[in-house]
């Protein structure tokens, strides 16, 4: 059977430097940080005081859920479901009423989240169970702390009746959510798909990372300049949250409602390292992350150096040299030859399972509106791959895209990529 | 005086359910025969939390049995009243 076209229609995103798609357009483009102290996490002894949150939600969300509704939501949810209304709107679309019984068997969503929800349990399970009171814990808590959290409640907002679930893999979540979702729409599996990822913020989200001291400790001063990718004084990553959210088509179905087309999902792949070869827990095979690459251009029908733009996964740790290298081997392109490369995790931070989703939609945003955002705070660029600073952007340019990459790789040495290409 | 007291649950009852009503506009008119599932369009599973909360607001037990007999604003009232009398 001859695959669907996938076709991106819409988008949301609630992220620490802007929420919706012109505020966070507009902060890619001016290189506004999202990154702030946070006097909790100082008081609570973290090393890393700083982070990516985004803004408070209480002037907004009551314009996006009735107070029921709003009762049993946890922040994870909350963001992806802005973002998913956001996007679901963005792309024309018209959220069905509450009193109607029709159910849109065409439509799914995939929604990842990395950590789940460790804030509400930490904050209502533990200690309702620690002083017997668990009778008071109320009706919420299941729902709020399933792994299916963020998109389970999507069903009753857009009366999905095809495949609702969650995926978890870990920083790779957001991105695989979006290659599976393309893949049942590329399969004539589903006509639509609302796919994405979101992330709690907070220090029960951030402590293991944190205890792991792989977070940055030297810039609580200076929270702007804490994430610092591709940068010689790089020394971990600054964590971050929010929430992406994309909608997928049916390049047809797109078509014949006369949708705007954000992009096409060119080519996709997933998979893993199988921690040999000096991947493991939390570091990757080489081998398998040039070999997820190269299977999504592949998959595109498209060559190496047809790529104009690569949105790094590029998480400020010491794993950046590797990732460049990786690109660089995969491409087929020498540091000199490579296509312009950033990391949006200069401004936002590392927003873990909802890094890839959000990162995303920065990707399509740069390709509609032709610029590559700058990649902040690498002016020290990190001398092992000097090579390659000529093709990272330290401010926002101006570049017509016309083919775009974007990768993430996670915890479990598990790895995803798409291509997108404008339309 | 007891219909009074009566007036004051209700008025109490009626701003507990207020927020897990999905139809705010049936509890604008909300008799003592409102349902609290068919008419207000309260998530079954809220009936915990609005137990809950009838207990911290009316300092009252609640058992689950009778708990389980609310299925209307008047029954909520009708128990409440009982327990505290």
Redesign the interface.
């Known amino acids: 059977m001859t695959r669907k076209r996938v076709v991106v229609t819409g988008m949301g995103v609630v992220a620490p430097n802007g929420r919706g798609l012109e505020e966070f357009s507009a902060a890619l483009k001016n290189g506004t940080s999202g990154i702030k102290f946070f006097s909790e996490l100082q008081e609570l002894k973290f090393s890393c005081q700083v982070g990516g949150k985004p803004r408070s939600l209480d002037d907004v969300k009551n314009e996006y859920f ?3 509704r709003l ?1 049993a939501l946890s922040d994870a949810m909350l963001y992806a479901g802005i973002a998913a209304i956001d996007a679901y709107r963005n792309a024309g679309l018209v959220i069905p009423e ?1 009193n109607s019984d029709e159910v849109d068997h065409d439509t799914g969503a995939i929604i990842g989240t990395g950590i789940g929800g460790i804030d509400v349990f930490a904050e209502k399970v533990y200690p309702a169970l620690q002083t017997g009171r668990v ?2 814990m ?3 808590v299941v729902e709020q702390v399933m792994c299916s959290s963020v998109s389970a409640f999507m069903g009753g907002i857009f009366a999905l009746g095809n495949q609702v679930t969650t995926n978890s893999s870990a920083c790779s979540t957001g991105t695989e959510a979006i290659i599976m979702g393309a893949d049942r729409i590329r399969h004539g599996l589903a006509k639509r798909m609302i796919v994405g990822s979101s992330e709690a913020a907070g220090p029960y989200v951030w402590a293991g990372f944190d205890a792991m001291r792989v977070l940055i400790s030297k810039y609580n001063d200076t929270p702007e300049s804490a994430s610092r990718p591709l940068s010689a004084s790089a020394a971990g990553f600054a964590p971050g949250s929010g929430a992406g959210i994309l909608i997928l088509e049916d390049y047809e179905l797109a078509l014949a409602r006369g949708a705007r087309i954000y992009g096409e999902v060119l080519g996709t792949a997933i998979n893993s390292g199988g921690m040999r070869q000096g991947g493991s827990m939390t570091a990757p095979n080489k081998k398998g992350v040039q070999a997820c690459i190269r299977s999504a251009v592949v998959d595109s029908g498209i060559a190496p150096g047809d790529i104009d733009y690569v949105n790094g996964h590029l998480t400020a740790t010491m794993a950046d040299p590797h990732e460049m290298k990786n690109w660089s081997e995969a491409l087929e392109r020498k540091p000199t030859e490579m296509p312009l490369v950033n990391s949006t995790k200069s401004m936002i931070g590392h927003c873990l399972g909802a890094a890839g989703a959000i990162e995303c939609v920065a990707t399509l945003l740069q390709l509609n509106q032709g610029f590559v955002h700058g990649s902040l705070n690498c002016e020290d660029f990190h001398t092992e791959i000097s090579a390659f600073s000529q093709c990272v952007p330290q401010k926002s340019v101006e570049k017509n895209i016309s083919i775009a990459a974007k990768a993430s790789f996670g915890f479990g040495d598990v790895n995803s990529c798409i291509i997108f290409k404008k339309f | 005086m007891t219909e009074m007291n009566n007036e004051k649950i209700l008025s109490e009852v009626i701003g507990i359910i207020g927020k897990h009503t999905r139809n705010q506009g049936a509890l604008a008119t909300a008799s003592m025969e409102t349902e609290l599932l068919k008419d207000l369009q309260i998530n079954s599973a809220r009936f915990v939390d609005i137990i809950l909360e009838f207990e911290d607001r009316f300092n009252v037990q609640i058992p689950d049995e009778e708990a389980d007999s609310i299925s209307t604003v008047g029954d909520a009232v009708t128990l409440v009243g009982k327990l505290l009398h």
């Open positions: 009735a107070q029921d009762y509450e009778r008071r109320g009706s919420t």
